[in-house]
T-cell receptor
Framework: DAGVIQSPRHEVTEMGQEVTLRCKPI?????LFWYRQTMMRGLELLIYFNNNVPIDDSGMPEDRFSAKMPNASFSTLKIQPSEPRDSAVYFCASSLFGLVDTQYFGPGTRLTVL | SQQGEEDPQALSIQEGENATMNCSYKTSINNLQWYRQNSGRGLVHLILIRSNEREKHSGRLRVTLDTSKKSSSLLITASRAADTASYFCATDEIQGAQKLVFGQGTRLTINP
């Protein structure tokens, strides 16, 4: 298995632009997580899905953030409009058995909003 | 609020020495996990220890868990340059919102 795949690996955009991050989880994993990592706040869980259904989005910072999982092999995290404070590394992770099971992380997308 | 907190924040040792990192947490847990993150990469799971276990080994890694003190330690023996990375503990909470909460990590540097 190729592991969790994320794209793009790097994204540089200007304030106000829409940003879409993409994730392909490991095949067969029923849980998908989106995290954000910054120096100040560390690793934060934004939202997670179980069987393509969003379960807990309490970590999503604002309405500017939205996430979808149209099928078992694809998820997106969208920021619209983007702001400089959204600059961070965004990770997607998946797990087989549950929320607190071993999680497998993708390589991350480094987002810079100018 | 921070669940797992690693100590020290940074550690620098010579290759071949042992490295010990600690993690403290606040609430009762079901299990505790350790992850490694190389610079510019995603986190990689190292080991999971359940609340009813006291010690676990995996290769050069040794993890202990003391639920009475709400603390865990990760020992890397005979360190190598490739062990240079950040190490995170992650805990779940028995009560409250069920999710994995990561600490701020220990930055480990192995000097050749």
């Amino acid at each position: 298995d190729a592991g969790v795949i994320q794209s793009p690996r790097h994204e540089v955009t200007e304030m106000g632009q829409e940003v879409t991050l993409r994730c392909k989880p490991i095949s067969g994993h029923d849980y998908l997580f989106w995290y954000r990592q910054t120096m100040m706040r560390g690793l934060e869980l934004l939202i997670y899905f179980n069987n393509n259904v969003p379960i807990d989005d309490s970590g999503m910072p604002e309405d500017r953030f939205s996430a979808k999982m149209p099928n078992a092999s694809f998820s997106t995290l969208k920021i619209q409009p983007s702001e400089p404070r959204d600059s961070a590394v965004y990770f997607c992770a998946s797990s087989l058995f549950g929320l607190v099971d071993t999680q497998y992380f993708g390589p991350g997308t480094r987002l810079t909003v100018l | 609020s921070q669940q797992g907190e690693e100590d020290p924040q940074a550690l620098s040792i010579q290759e071949g020495e042992n490295a010990t990192m600690n993690c403290s947490y606040k609430t009762s847990i079901n299990n505790l996990q350790w992850y490694r993150q190389n610079s510019g990469r995603g986190l990689v799971h190292l080991i999971l220890i359940r609340s009813n276990e006291r010690e676990k080994h995996s290769g050069r890694l040794r993890v202990t868990l003391d639920t009475s003190k709400k603390s865990s330690s990760l020992l890397i023996t005979a360190s190598r340059a490739a062990d240079t990375a950040s190490y995170f503990c992650a805990t779940d909470e028995i009560q409250g919102a069920q999710k994995l909460v990561f600490g701020q990590g220990t930055r480990l540097t192995i000097n050749p």
